[in-house]
T-cell receptor, first 115, second 112 residues
Framework: AQSVSQHNHHVILSEAASLELGCNYS??????LFWYVQYPGQHLQLLLK??????LVKGIKGFEAEFIKSKFSFNLRKPSVQWSDTAEYFC?????????????FGAGTQVVVTP | GAGVSQTPSNKVTEKGKYVELRCDPI?????LYWYRQSLGQGPEFLIY????????DSGLPNDRFFAVRPEGSVSTLKIQRTERGDSAVYLC??????????FGPGTRLTVL
């Protein structure tokens, strides 16, 4: 079955530390890839996306993600986190053989940044 | 501009009752999606509308769940004979071009 896996459910780190969240998917064909973020008390919002081209994509708030096709991975990174990055992060995949825009999400990673 | 809105924000009902959850998408967005998010999980796809028609309802768990979008804007998710397992946050999202889905705040449904 097609799936999206996020390796960590909870991550706790200090301000200025580097962050990397893993995401792997099991779709065989062409995919669009997304990272969404949900800050406490807020809606899900798009952090960044990959459709094609340069596999290293940059998003808002200093986040970036790298698509590695051979590893079916789309890992999210930020070199130096801030307390305001405390949130839940979701990786999502849209398979181009599936319905237009239909997203399959990973289970999410709760990130807590301590001052 | 206004984002996606959902009403009610919270709904508590008893097992066996009928509920309706409403979604107002961003004006001009032709595509609308419903997702369900259970505790500790990511959102799970339920149904996708393109205009007035349900283009993909493969995520609806059973025939107790139904959704409509009669005029191609507002959508209503209807759940009959609610069960405790239906308790979750129901999310709605809309998009114009498929590049980014804009999510609403969700409706938290609790079935007692």
């Amino acid at each position: 079955a097609q799936s999206v896996s996020q390796h960590n459910h909870h991550v706790i780190l200090s301000e200025a530390a580097s962050l990397e969240l893993g995401c792997n998917y099991s779709y065989g064909g062409t995919v669009n890839l997304f990272w969404y973020v949900q800050y406490p008390g807020q809606h899900l919002q798009l952090l960044l996306k990959y459709f094609s081209g340069d596999p290293l994509v940059k998003g808002i708030k200093g986040f970036e993600a790298e698509f590695i096709k051979s590893k079916f991975s789309f890992n999210l990174r930020k070199p130096s986190v801030q307390w305001s990055d405390t949130a839940e992060y979701f990786c999502a995949v849209n398979s181009l053989t599936d319905s237009w825009g239909k997203l399959q999400f990973g289970a999410g990673t709760q990130v807590v940044v301590t001052p | 501009g206004a984002g996606v809105s959902q009403t009610p924000s919270n709904k508590v009902t008893e097992k066996g009752k009928y509920v309706e959850l409403r979604c107002d998408p961003i004006s001009g967005h032709t595509a609308l999606y419903w997702y369900r998010q259970s505790l500790g999980q990511g959102p799970e796809f339920l149904i996708y509308f393109q205009g007035t028609g349900a283009a993909d309802d493969s995520g609806l768990p059973n025939d107790r769940f139904f959704a409509v979008r009669p005029e191609g804007s507002v959508s209503t998710l209807k759940i009959q004979r609610t069960e405790r397992g239906d308790s979750a946050v129901y999310l709605c999202a809309s998009t114009r071009d498929g590049n980014e889905q804009f999510f609403g705040p969700g409706t938290r449904l609790t079935v007692l």
